[in-house]
């Protein structure tokens, strides 16, 4: 066999087979290509797209926690103000109750010292009757009546 011939038919068949692949193997094998890249692409801009929204929900996550802080501190000084005025309350009501309580026993106090002030009037008038009444029976005379008079003062 010759050479040339050899060559030819193998050219011949070398193109055969080029345009075979070209037109039926080439097509798929590139479509798969395009429809990876497609999906690499597609998947690359979800993986983007699921960052951005990571970091969006962490946004959120983080300004929810901040306003849960301020809410939760906002009760508690609610709660402090609430305690504080009911301890104020309470003062003011133990406060009025111990005045009322001083004032009725002042109340209580004077109407004893009128008592006794009227208890003793009444005895220093009965004694100062009682005195007259032996200064009268008794003659007329300085010293007795300076003794009566003592013994007056000291039963006062």
Do not use: C, Y
């Amino acid at each position: 066999m010759n050479l040339n011939a050899t060559m030819f038919v193998q050219s011949i068949v070398f193109l055969i087979l080029a345009w075979v692949v070209a037109k039926f193997v080439w097509p798929p094998v590139m479509g798969a290509l395009d429809a990876r890249a497609t999906k690499i692409a597609e998947g690359l801009a979800a993986a983007d797209q699921g960052k951005q929204a990571m970091a969006a929900a962490e946004k959120r996550v983080q300004v929810e926690l901040a306003s849960a802080r301020d809410e939760g501190a906002k009760r508690i000084a609610d709660a402090e103000k609430r305690a504080q005025m009911v301890a104020d309350e309470i003062k003011a009501n133990a406060q009025a109750e111990a005045d009322r309580i001083i004032a009725q026993a002042r109340a209580e106090a004077e109407q004893q010292v009128s008592k006794a002030r009227e208890e003793l009037r009444s005895q220093v008038a009965t004694l100062a009757v009682a005195g007259a009444e032996q200064i009268l029976k008794r003659e007329v005379n300085a010293a007795a009546h300076a003794d009566l008079l003592n013994q007056l003062a000291t039963e006062l």
